[in-house]
């Protein structure tokens, strides 16, 4: 771009200097770090290094001096990684799992020794609640935080927004189940995060996960009373939006007769996450989420959607 505003910055870093960086991560070298920093794309700004950070933390979580001052500010300079939660390595309310938590450490330790590396932040949410920064990793042409979840690090963790590529991250997700890999190897482990996920509205897309009904259905060819506690993908068209308070809306889709029409009922949340009141008025929709029961109807509980691109006439 013409406008880009790019700041380059080249030097040799030793780590360890007094009163910098802790002892014990004393004599890394951060050699030729380079960093360059462009207007915001669709995500936000960009930081290239071309050497390992200062610290891996966990599986999701590495220091750098993103500054390049030579120290590390905390907790700005502590990076933690979009869309992937990597088991605990130390005493949490999720609990902790040494054995696939150092796996995961290893793997994104593995990831960022593959220069050069180029962090991505969020434009929307640079910090979370904690002060660190929010962003996605490339490293050697790969997207880090999607090879987390496809060598089953780290479960797809949509809490907070979603990825661009939401299709992407959510075959991941499933085919590391349907293969077992990582931390869904273990039958103890796969039971404890689908009950995590269920609560997070979502579950892995694989055939072998009960929770799933495979395939992407029609509204119009579709009843929801058979379904419910099952998570299921959808397209339709919106025929009619009812406001609820706070935030929440009640979507209707042209279901299998005129006068059933398909509910969606869409949280406050979800209605942020997904941006649903931008959605044009009858609209088509791809969207996924669990079905339940509400007042004796079944309707599909929104987790995610995207309005399709409208067709241009004579295109």
Sequence with gaps: ????????????????????????????????????????????????LHAPPAYVNDGDTFEADLSGNGRLEFPQERVRLLFVDTPELHDSYKGRNMRFGLR?????????????????FDARRRFDTYGRSLA??????????????????SYFDTRFRFPSDYELYAQ????AFSARRGIWSSAALRKSYLKRLRKEGK???????????????????LQLNSLAGKFLRLQGHIVRRV???????????????????????????????????????????IMDGFVNFYR????????????LPVPVPGR
């Design 296 to 307: 004796g109807s079944p309707q599909l509980v929104l987790h995610h959607g995207i309005p």
């Design 203 to 221: 579950t892995p897309r694989a055939k072998e996960n009960a929770l799933y009904v495979p395939g992407l259905h029609q509204t119009r060819s």
């Design 104 to 120: 995961a450490k290893a793997f994104l330790e593995s990831m960022l020794a593959r220069p050069p590396v180029t962090l991505i």
């Design 172 to 175: 991941a997700e499933g085919d």
């Design 136 to 153: 996605l990793l490339r490293a050697d042409g790969k997207d880090v935080n999607l090879e987390i979840i496809r060598a089953g690090h």
């Design 243 to 285: 406001y609820l308070r706070r935030g929440r809306r009640r979507l209707e889709f042209a279901g299998f007769a005129e006068d059933k029409p398909l509910t969606v009922y869409v949280s406050g949340r979800a209605n942020r996450k997904n941006d649903v009141d931008a959605w044009p008025s009858r609209a088509a929709v």
């Design 1 to 48: 771009m013409s406008n880009a505003l790019k700041i380059q910055w080249r030097g040799f870093l030793r780590i360890g200097l007094a009163g910098l960086l802790p002892q014990a991560r004393a004599g890394l070298l951060l050699a030729g770090l380079v960093f360059t920093i462009a207007p915001p794309a669709s995500f936000g700004q960009t930081l290239t």
